[in-house]
């Protein structure tokens, strides 16, 4: 069983972490959940330093380390079958890519600025977050650890684009998500429909923290979004959801979704498109607007990178899907990643 099992390092501090471990349990893929240094026993570290680091054996049964929990996910649908999360019908599978991108890119951006933003929140995380590791470090140990990783992080919060002038921005947007968010809870389980895809596990990932952990947005998300705070929970372990072949969606979406995608386009969009017009001119800043105020920031190659998967996800479509999924779009702000701008 424990050679079958797949080993997931990772941490419960990091929301990447709590997607992929909520994918696998949805899925009943068996894994073991590495914490440590310790837990992992010498298996080689990735290419990237990331976590979650999933191991899958090549042909000769050597574990190889994997990074970036979008394309793994993928990779488990091919090699476990059943119980999928990524829905079959093709414009509702493009829709789940995208949802699922904006959690993963702009949802963390509220993870991280709220963490290391405030006061409190630099506070709970500088104290909580070291002790992941091994519980048993010396008090004296976890000191110089709060202090050093608390610092590194708060110096990294250009890389998200939390600075002054962008986190009122960030804030109003977590906000407005939680309460389209809500609004669609209210008559659908799950993003898609009556059954979970990938893109519910990316924002219950990054929503274990702004929801459930960091003092600032968890405070606001129980007292005005409890029914959100609970979807989060539930989403942690749905080992036990009988699935509906029908479960997904078809093209025929709800105002629910819509709004939620209009929320996506009035954001993640503006940003996403920002973003890869600074790395195509080799700019040093990207600065653009969003929801009528300014939003700098500096270039992030990774998310450049996002949205050509993301418009390589939308080329594959057959012609007539793509029609439809722009109809589907169109006004919500969205269909801009994919038309070049008037
Ligand atoms: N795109 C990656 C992002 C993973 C990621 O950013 N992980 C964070 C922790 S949540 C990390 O490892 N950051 C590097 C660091 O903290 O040194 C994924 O989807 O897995």
Same mark, same amino acid.
């Given at each position: 069983?424990?050679?079958?099992?797949?080993?997931?390092?990772?941490?419960?501090?990091?929301?990447?972490?709590?997607?992929?471990?909520?994918?696998?349990?949805?899925?009943?893929?068996?894994?073991?959940?590495?914490?440590?240094?310790?837990?992992?026993?010498?298996?080689?570290? %990735?290419?990237?330093?990331?976590?979650?680091?999933?191991?899958?054996?090549?042909?000769?049964?050597?574990?190889?380390?994997?990074?970036?929990?979008?394309?793994?996910?993928?990779?488990?649908?091919?090699?476990?079958?059943?119980?999928?999360?990524?829905?079959?019908?093709?414009?509702?599978?493009?829709?789940?890519?995208?949802?699922?991108?904006?959690?993963?890119?702009?949802?963390?951006?509220?993870?991280?600025?709220?963490?290391?933003?405030?006061?409190?929140?630099?506070?709970?995380?500088?104290? #909580?977050?070291?002790?992941?590791? /091994?519980?048993?470090? %010396?008090?004296?140990?976890?000191?110089?650890?709060?202090?050093?990783?608390?610092?590194?992080?708060?110096?990294?919060?250009?890389?998200?684009?939390?600075?002054?002038?962008?986190?009122?921005?960030?804030?109003?947007?977590?906000?407005?998500?939680?309460?389209?968010? /809500?609004?669609? =809870?209210?008559?659908?389980?799950?993003?898609?429909?009556?059954?979970?895809?990938?893109?519910?596990?990316?924002?219950?990932?990054?929503?274990?923290?702004?929801?459930?952990?960091?003092?600032?947005?968890?405070?606001?998300?129980?007292?005005?979004? %409890?029914?959100?705070?609970?979807?989060?929970?539930? =989403?942690?372990?749905?080992?036990?959801?009988?699935?509906?072949?029908?479960?997904?969606?078809?093209?025929?979406?709800?105002?629910?979704?819509?709004?939620?995608?209009?929320? #996506?386009?009035?954001?993640?969009?503006?940003?996403?498109?920002?973003?890869?017009?600074?790395?195509?001119?080799?700019?040093?800043? #990207?600065?653009?607007?969003?929801?009528?105020? #300014?939003?700098?920031?500096?270039?992030?190659?990774?998310?450049?990178?996002?949205?050509?998967? =993301?418009?390589?996800?939308?080329?594959?479509? %057959?012609?007539?899907?793509?029609?439809?999924?722009?109809?589907?779009?169109?006004?919500?702000?969205?269909?801009?990643?994919?038309?070049?701008?008037?």
């Amino acid at each position: 069983m424990m050679q079958d099992s797949l080993p997931v390092r990772g941490s419960p501090g990091s929301p990447y972490t709590r997607k992929m471990l909520a994918v696998l349990r949805f899925r009943h893929i068996p894994y073991r959940f590495l914490q440590s240094e310790e837990d992992a026993g010498g298996l080689p570290p %990735p290419k990237v330093g990331l976590i979650p680091i999933v191991y899958f054996p090549d042909e000769q049964g050597e574990l190889c380390a994997e990074v970036d929990s979008t394309p793994i996910i993928r990779r488990l649908e091919d090699e476990y079958p059943g119980r999928s999360v990524l829905p079959e019908n093709t414009i509702v599978g493009l829709l789940n890519y995208l949802l699922e991108d904006y959690g993963d890119e702009w949802l963390t951006k509220a993870m991280f600025h709220y963490r290391w933003y405030y006061a409190d929140d630099i506070e709970k995380a500088g104290s #909580v977050l070291p002790h992941y590791a /091994n519980v048993s470090v %010396p008090d004296k140990t976890i000191a110089e650890l709060k202090q050093a990783f608390s610092q590194r992080q708060i110096d990294r919060l250009y890389v998200v684009g939390s600075n002054d002038t962008t986190a009122e921005v960030i804030e109003d947007s977590y906000k407005r998500f939680l309460h389209g968010l /809500n609004d669609h =809870l209210k008559n659908h389980p799950f993003l898609l429909g009556q059954r979970p895809a990938s893109a519910d596990f990316a924002c219950m990932g990054q929503l274990t923290q702004l929801a459930h952990f960091d003092p600032t947005p968890s405070l606001y998300t129980a007292e005005y979004f %409890p029914r959100v705070h609970a979807w989060v929970s539930k =989403l942690e372990d749905l080992s036990g959801l009988a699935v509906q072949d029908d479960g997904f969606f078809t093209a025929d979406i709800p105002d629910t979704l819509t709004a939620l995608l209009h929320e #996506v386009g009035r954001t993640y969009v503006p940003v996403m498109l920002a973003n890869a017009l600074a790395l195509d001119r080799g700019l040093d800043k #990207v600065e653009t607007e969003v929801d009528g105020r #300014v939003w700098v920031q500096q270039p992030f190659p990774y998310q450049g990178k996002c949205l050509q998967w =993301l418009r390589i996800e939308f080329a594959r479509l %057959p012609r007539e899907d793509r029609e439809i999924l722009l109809t589907i779009l169109a006004g919500t702000g969205c269909e801009r990643l994919f038309t070049p701008d008037p």
